[in-house]
């Protein structure tokens, strides 16, 4: 996907300064994704409209939503997992947030509107993704939910 030109992506992991997006397009009704914590620092991990790449992070805007963490939190430690389900097949579309396995209410955001991509901003921590779940997720999808699913390319 795209990323400023601070961030660095090497596979699926994400470093460095700033704002990368995943590839595809989030269509399906219910999506989830998961973030590993390879090195916490700080970072915001959500969903963003295209074009946002040079955000220096997620969530301070009207074209991005994010759950944020700090150093200083200590929320998420090295070795976690924030996962992510985002419910567009309902009205107020729903954004939640799960550390590691357990939803944490206090951080829901409701009423996401536009096409959106699964999004993440670093400032000095490591993250990985699993977007599509293919070699499993490491904690229990939420019910009725699925791994994010790439868009499909019409045949000509």
Do not use: C
Not at 61 to 72: F, T, V
Not at 116 to 137: C, I, K, M, T
């Amino acid at each position: 996907g795209k990323h400023g030109s601070q961030t660095t992506i090497s596979g699926l992991r994400i470093s460095g300064k700033g704002t990368a997006l995943a590839s595809t397009l989030l269509q399906q009704d219910r999506a989830y994704f998961e973030i590993n914590i390879v090195d916490p620092g700080d970072f915001a991990v959500g969903i963003a409209r295209k074009d946002t790449q040079s955000l220096p992070s997620l969530g301070y805007d009207e074209n991005s939503w994010a759950y944020r963490h700090s150093k200083e939190d200590g929320v998420f430690a090295a070795g976690d997992v924030l996962g992510v389900a985002f419910d567009q097949g309902d009205f107020p579309s729903r954004l939640q947030f799960y550390r590691n396995g357990t939803h944490m209410s206090d951080a829901d955001i409701s009423g996401v509107r536009g096409e959106v991509y699964p999004a993440v901003s670093v400032q000095g921590a490591v993250l990985e993704a699993n977007f599509d779940g293919r070699s499993g997720f490491a904690h229990p999808v939420p019910t009725g939910f699925g791994g994010v699913i790439a868009m499909r390319k019409a045949r000509t």
